[in-house]
């Protein structure tokens, strides 16, 4: 709470909206001003360098302990209308979690409008050593989609989020 507080507080014309499975912020949106109302909106010559102080000034609200560790940037682009859009993949003592991430969006103005996520808190585990040889999981995967015809497959260890709060190896 006092996370979103310091956040309204800076920003009045934010609009959050978290994930009900895992309690994580879903949305963030600014809206319109005409004008840069927040140094942690405007993006600084290098953009990565503002993204990540954003982060990082909002770890609390974002549920993770430390964001420049647990945030990969992956990709930078520019759209048609030269609006900015970074997206950082989650990671947790460098072994990635599966298909979660968080995007910003700037306006061509370079004002952040928009934080988009689909992550999960900070795990607590902190033993990442696999549980299990990666052979015996590509078997295990195959067993358990016996309809797919098997081809060679690379496992590589990830923690798995699905729907809970908590991702498991």
């Known amino acids: ?3 979103i ?11 959050l909206r978290f994930d009900s499975a895992t309690g994580t912020l879903r949305e963030l ?3 319109p001003t005409g004008a840069k109302t927040s140094i942690a909106r405007a993006i600084p010559i290098e953009q990565e360098q503002g993204a990540r102080a954003f982060l990082r000034k909002h770890a609390a609200l974002l549920g993770l302990r430390d964001a420049d560790n647990e945030l990969h940037l992956t990709s ?7 609006h900015p859009h970074l997206r950082f993949t989650q990671h947790h003592l460098g072994v990635p979690v599966w298909g979660r991430e968080v995007r910003l969006h700037y306006d061509n103005r370079g004002e952040l409008t928009l934080v988009q996520g689909a992550y ?3 795990p607590d585990v902190i033993d990442t ?14 067993a358990d989609a016996a309809a797919i015809p098997p081809r060679e497959l690379d496992a590589t260890l990830v923690f798995y989020g699905g ?4 991702p498991r190896l």
């Open 76 to 82: 930078r682009r520019t759209d048609d209308a030269g």
């Open 120 to 122: 999960v808190h900070s």
């Open 129 to 142: 050593r696999p549980q299990i040889a990666a052979a015996d999981a590509a078997a295990r995967a195959w």
């Open 1 to 3: 709470v006092a996370a």
């Open 29 to 31: 949106r600014f809206l």
């Open 5 to 15: 507080d310091s956040l309204i507080d800076g920003q009045p014309d934010a609009a």
């Open 163 to 166: 729907d809970a709060a908590t």
